[in-house]
């Protein structure tokens, strides 16, 4: 069976809470306002697509492709990235709310989760390096076995790192968030 194939095209206040959104393939498409709570995405593939002001929680992602997609003020609660499939995986996000999703074992090298809310994000033996987490509010976040090396927090707040169980080399630190890789040492800093 052939796949739909969508390209530029813009999809503008849509709601696939109730009849999902089409199995297929969308490339350079833009979605604006569109609401894919508890949606079924698994088997579609985003290649350059964009995601601003969309409520994508708890969507079902199993070997769902996102090939350099963006989201902007998205909410995003509880998504499982690690059922994505790998192949290309690449994602930027900016100004969105991603508590309680989980990129375990997920490659995010080289991407951005700028001015996001990553509360309870698992982020277990995910590869981060050189990711970009600025302004991003990482309270709870699971950092466990996790590749940090030139990661940037020096905008960062609320996380807790543990130097001994993650890889952290040339990672980014400003001098005011350091207490923030001593929590597992109980020290305390004033």
Known sequence: MAKNCISDQEFKNENYTVDFLTIGEYENCNFLNCNFLESELSEILFVDCSFKNSDLSNAKLRNTSFQNAEFEECKMLGLHFEECNPFLFAVRCNSSILNFSSFFK?????????????????????????????????????????????????????????????????????????????????????
């Open 106 to 190: 997920v490659s995010l090298k080289n991407t951005g989760l700028t001015n996001c809310q990553l509360q309870d994000v698992d982020f277990t033996e995910a590869d981060c390096s050189h990711v970009n987490f600025g302004g991003s509010d990482c309270l709870s976040a699971n950092f466990f076995q996790t590749n940090l090396q030139a990661a940037d927090f020096r905008s960062s707040i609320n996380f807790s790192i543990d130097p001994t169980q993650n890889r952290l080399k040339k990672a980014k630190f400003s001098i005011n968030n350091l207490q923030g890789l001593l929590h597992s040492f109980s020290l305390e800093v004033e």
